[in-house]
């Protein structure tokens, strides 16, 4: 094989390389700003890794497997974006997506799902979410099919008893008129494909929807209830029972009365099912899974043991060293086939309040290279938060109280109040970050959003007077604010 840090750019033969597709670095951080306040330095790094997954694509297949993702670990308190980062980098990439705490593989004495389940629950989420991509492909083909079914239960065919040989008595005796007979089919199809002309009209119109029919429906003999206690290991080896037994009993029609608005979608349903194939889904699925999936670890530093310690310390080191074989790139078994984490991206993410990255065992330490620091959310970028991202609180409040005729506007003293409230709040007690804001505006508009359908006016502007009228106080007394904030 070739060393790949021995090519000459000059003398290599470029038409093994694409052109990596999707965006640049520098367009999926102005993405990010669209919903995300600050945080450059955390925006820059994942546009990086999901640039970095376009160029191997880019590349010959058997340099492709010798790139791996250049894992991420993000530091900082919480409400301040790292989440978010992450969740909106995979909409960018329509990449399957999980997100889960470390610390719930802490517990000690757990017993339950190990860690090779967060990637089993990826391939789930990423086979649920290709299933309904080809079912919305397939979605106009079915709706025809499941239209037909209805029609010919509305108005069925004509049967092949109507439309045989013409009987007539002539000298000779009785005799077959092909050619009357044929006029009387051709007459009987063209008046049935007139009536079912009409009657599709009528279908789309709504005008059957009360119209009873009687399709026939397939459905399974009994009910399947398949329990397993805790860590009986069948989780672990990512076989679900209740599917095994559920294919074991076999499936019968029956038919069964409803009306057409009952039954449009149940046939709906079982056209979509013959449309779609589900092993070429779980294998498209897994694919995207292996080459795209990222996989957000978050309270990464709550699995953090310090060395020597004993007791619940030895479960979190424990934990990291499961963790380890998926981010260096391991084979898990699930029911839809073995996936490879290899290219799997991975991000972190911790508060580290009272402990560092360094406190991780070194094998996983040295698996996420890349790291970047979070700060902490001022008075300033509440202020932002509040206005800029694409689907701002201020902009959501808004369009809620639309829908019950209320003009919703807030005063620019009026945001700033909330920012400057929601700041000092932070200060004062437990920092939360932009989560803060959430407590904030709904306090504002606790009453507004309660009487909104009964009010008369229906121009509102919130003013800096009123909020502080809704939180100054609450806002001075700590005590009352940590049951109410």
Excluded: W
């Amino acid at each position: 094989m070739t060393n790949v840090s021995h090519i000459n750019p000059a003398t290599a033969d470029t038409q093994k390389f694409g052109v990596p597709d999707g965006p640049t670095p520098r367009e999926i951080v102005e993405l990010l700003d669209k919903h995300i306040i600050g945080q450059d330095d955390a925006k820059r790094a994942v546009a990086i890794a999901l640039r970095n997954r376009a160029r191997r694509r880019a590349l010959p297949p058997e340099m492709q497997e010798n790139i791996y993702p250049k894992n991420i670990m993000m530091i900082g308190p919480t409400g301040v974006g790292k989440t978010e980062i992450a969740r909106r980098l995979a909409r960018i990439e329509q990449a399957p997506f999980i997100k889960v705490e470390a610390s719930k593989f802490t517990e000690v004495g757990y017993v339950g799902r190990d860690v090779e389940s967060i990637i089993r629950d990826l391939v789930e989420m990423a086979i649920n979410s290709e299933k309904s991509r080809r079912a919305d492909d397939n979605q106009k083909e079915a709706e025809t099919r499941a239209e037909e079914r209805l029609l010919d239960l509305l108005l069925p065919p004509p049967s092949s008893r109507s439309t045989g040989p013409i009987m007539i008595a002539g000298e000779s005796g009785i005799q077959i008129s092909d050619e009357d007979n044929e006029s009387a089919v051709k007459d009987g199809h063209n008046r049935y494909t007139a009536s079912r002309k009409r009657m599709r009209e009528m279908l789309r119109n709504g005008e059957l929807s009360d119209r009873v029919v009687e399709p026939e429906i397939t459905e399974r003999m009994g009910n399947v209830m398949v329990g397993l206690p805790p860590g009986s290991g069948m989780d672990e080896l990512g076989v679900d029972l209740k599917d095994m037994v559920e294919k074991m009993i076999p499936s019968r029609k029956r038919r069964k009365q409803m009306k057409v608005s009952e039954a449009f979608p149940l046939l709906l349903e079982e056209e979509l099912e013959k449309l779609v194939d589900m092993d070429t889904v779980a294998n498209d699925a897994i694919e995207r899974v292996q080459q795209s999936g990222i996989v957000f670890l978050d309270e990464i530093d709550k699995i953090v043991g310090r060395e020597g310690s004993s007791g619940p310390d030895v479960s979190r080191a424990g934990v990291q060293r499961d963790i380890l074989p998926l981010v260096e790139g391991c084979t898990v078994f699930t029911k839809y086939g073995l996936v490879k984490t290899d290219h799997i991206l991975f991000i972190a993410a911790g508060a580290f309040h009272g402990t560092s990255p360094a406190d991780l065992v070194p094998e996983l330490q040295g698996r996420f290279p890349i790291r970047v620091e979070l700060d902490a959310l001022e008075k300033e970028d509440f202020e932002k938060i509040l206005t800029q991202p694409e689907h701002s609180l201020i902009k959501q409040y808004e369009a809620l109280l639309r829908t019950e005729g209320i003009e919703l506007t807030f005063e620019e003293e009026a945001i700033k109040t909330m920012a400057d409230l929601a700041s000092r709040i932070n200060e004062e007690m437990e920092d939360i970050g932009a989560r803060r804001l959430h407590t904030v505006i709904e306090k504002v508009l606790d009453d507004l959003s309660f009487e909104a359908p009964d009010l008369e006016e229906k121009q509102v502007a919130i003013t800096s007077d009123m909020v502080e009228e809704k939180l100054s106080d609450i806002a001075e007394d700590t005590d009352l604010s940590k049951y109410i904030l």
